[in-house]
């Protein structure tokens, strides 16, 4: 979801403010948690444009002029590909069925207002039918849920576990359970609406009131559609997605969209039962024997449905849109249900303030949460020249207790492309911060489509502007499509640049899946060698990582201009923990394999001559 919340006259976010008050956690931050033996590494795609071949790229195109990929664009020699690009997990974006611009009604699906809809091809985060799957990325959208069915058997199939997307916390404003299973109602549909707030209200209203049509730009670019009048018929009106309570939403609100209720009365006070004092620290099934027998709102009940049958067909986890806007009690009781059916599922969840973390992690059993406020913005900083290097060990150390939950990334379907002259400015200096993200913590590290070739997201689809790949338009994605090369998925027309860039990302990921040590120990040297090594400039930032049986020391230089001379120290600490003896040893770069260098260690402290190019990283391995 693009988190653009503007707060505008007569909108109460209270519901937001209170429904997540933080609990005050009493767990021991030097806990030990246990973790996975191996690092994940998730490739997001945007599942409509990965294999859309068509380059016309009309702004406001419809899918005939600019075309979509299907599922079936997946093909095993896809998935192999990019399993081989040293990946553990595939997301794919987009899957369930969204509102849309496209006339499907010969196959029993209304068609949608375009007033209510972003773009033409829709935002995959206004889910009309949580039952099946979005009918553009079939061939033959009857069976466009067989046609999902067989995109699970062969992701699985080339050793991937795959995610999909649920979003809790709204739904399109047409809503429309066509599919859904026997004894299943719709969302809404045994709803009072005579009044503001009921438990089990699937959404809240604005009683007595008719919804009005929010003052935007001229919806599909002002291209005549029969629905374009004006109106939207809803009534009584709905509070929108973020929280606005007008029957008329700001241009800014998620007016595409309902918020659903979960129990959080309009004060902001909880209307379920609340989790003990002390579940921080209770494993998953014991959250699950609390919800036993509990009276819990009817929208957690359909949630946990819907994520259960998604779970039956074979899909191995999710990623929850803007999850902090729902209580963590519902992820409590959601989460630890499809843990039961699934012990290995993967859930990950978009939460983006930091002092909710650990309420999310332990109290809603998430497995993982994004790093978006903290390092992955003060990454973009430092490439950006407005930063140094230093606060990266703060972070680091204030995450200590939970950076293993922390999922890192620097491309995703919200954010700047990192090759984009507004995020790093070329592919090439987001290099440095790639090594960091993927290699500073045991969490798992996750690439967007198209980052691994350079893709800086330079097209106006429409409704979408340059620097993010468009998610509410029919696109193509240039330097995808040529590593996709007409579907044979070899890189074929990729230039030598883009080839060497994803050979970059196929050695790091690689390594980062089979290293033990990236699994283990992390301190940092940057400390030690900013203030007292000459030629370590600011733009520098070192530390070591290891395990029982590997030793990894790893340097970064963020700049793009400057090559850095310097004497590396390995503090005492450091070399007692190893438990090196004084004497010489051999260290060489993981990465590209050319680089050893001799690591002297003299009265218990280490050193190492350390010559680093603009925008290069070494990771050596003792």
């Known amino acids: 979801m693009i988190k653009k919340i503007t707060i505008v006259a007569g909108i109460s976010i209270m519901l937001l403010a209170t429904a997540c008050k933080t609990k005050d956690l009493k767990m021991s931050a030097d806990k030990k948690e246990t973790v996975s033996d191996k690092k994940v590494v998730v490739y997001q795609v945007f599942t409509r444009l990965f294999g859309n071949t068509n380059t016309n790229n009309k702004p406001w195109g419809t899918i005939e002029e600019n075309g979509v990929g299907k599922f079936n664009d997946f093909t095993d020699k896809a998935l192999h590909e990019i399993k081989d690009l040293g990946v553990s997990h595939i997301w794919y974006t987009g899957v369930p069925h969204h509102a849309l611009i496209h006339d499907y009604t010969a196959i029993g699906i209304s068609n949608d207002d375009p007033e209510v809809v972003k773009g033409r091809a829709g935002s995959p985060y206004a889910v009309k039918d949580y039952y099946n799957v979005n009918p553009d990325l079939a061939v033959n959208p009857v069976n466009r849920l067989k046609e999902f069915e067989a995109l699970i058997k062969r992701t699985h199939k080339a050793g991937l576990k795959l995610i999909i997307d649920i979003v809790p916390n709204h739904v399109a404003r047409k809503y429309e359970g066509r599919n859904n299973p026997k004894g299943v109602r719709d969302f809404g549909a045994d709803d009072d609406v005579t009044v503001e707030y009921k438990r089990d209200n699937n959404f809240y209203y604005i009683p007595n009131t008719h919804f009005e049509v929010p003052d935007t730009a001229k919806p599909l670019n002002g291209e005549k559609n029969p629905l374009v009048d004006g109106k939207f018929e809803e009534y009584p009106a709905k509070w929108t997605g973020n929280g606005s309570r007008l029957a008329k939403p700001d241009k800014n609100d998620w007016y595409e969209t309902v918020k659903v209720n979960y129990g959080i009365r309009p004060d902001g006070s909880k209307d379920f039962p609340e989790l003990p004092t002390g579940f921080d620290t209770k494993s998953y099934q ?25 779970t039956a067909k074979g899909v191995d986890g999710f990623r929850y849109d803007m999850a902090e806007m729902v209580p963590y009690e519902f992820w409590s009781y959601m989460n630890s249900a499809i843990k039961v059916k699934n012990p290995d599922a993967f859930l990950l969840a978009e939460v983006y303030n930091p002092n909710e973390y650990r309420n999310y992690i332990r109290l809603g059993k998430m497995d993982y949460l994004y790093d978006k406020v903290e390092l992955y913005d003060k990454l973009k900083e430092i490439v950006q020249g407005r930063s140094q290097t230093d606060p990266i060990t703060t972070i680091q150390n204030g995450m200590a207790d939970i950076e ?50 350079g893709e800086a997201g330079n097209e106006n689809g429409g409704f979408g502007t340059h620097s993010r790949t468009s998610i509410f338009d029919y696109v193509g994605v240039p330097n995808h499509q040529r590593w996709m090369n007409e579907g044979k998925f070899d890189g074929g027309q990729l230039s030598q640049s883009e080839k060497d860039l994803r050979d970059f990302y196929k050695r790091l990921l690689n390594f980062t899946l089979n290293s033990t040590a990236l699994m283990g120990q992390y301190q940092e040297i940057h400390g030690l060698n900013r203030y007292a090594t000459e030629g370590y400039f600011p733009e520098v930032y070192s530390y070591v990582r290891w395990s029982d049986t590997e030793k990894l020391i790893i340097i970064a230089n963020f700049s793009s201009e400057h090559t850095s001379h310097f004497e590396l120290k390995i503090p005492k600490d450091i070399i007692q923990k190893w438990n090196l003896k004084d004497g010489n040893y051999t260290i060489t770069d993981q990465l590209y394999e050319k680089s050893s260098l001799q690591l002297q260690v003299i009265n218990g402290e280490g050193k190492v001559q350390i010559t680093i190019a603009p925008s290069e990283s070494f990771i050596y391995k003792l």
């Open 286 to 310: 014991e959250h699950f024997d609390f919800w036993k027998g509990k009276e819990v709102p009817s929208s957690w009940i359909k949630f946990r449905d819907i994520a259960l049958y998604w």
């Open 404 to 453: 293993h939950h922390m999922l890192h990334f620097l491309d995703n379907h919200d954010e700047q492309r990192l090759a984009s002259p507004e995020f790093a400015g070329t592919p090439e200096k987001g290099k440095p911060l790639m090594v960091v993200s993927a290699t500073i913590s045991s969490s798992p590290t996750m690439i967007y489509f198209g980052q691994e070739v």
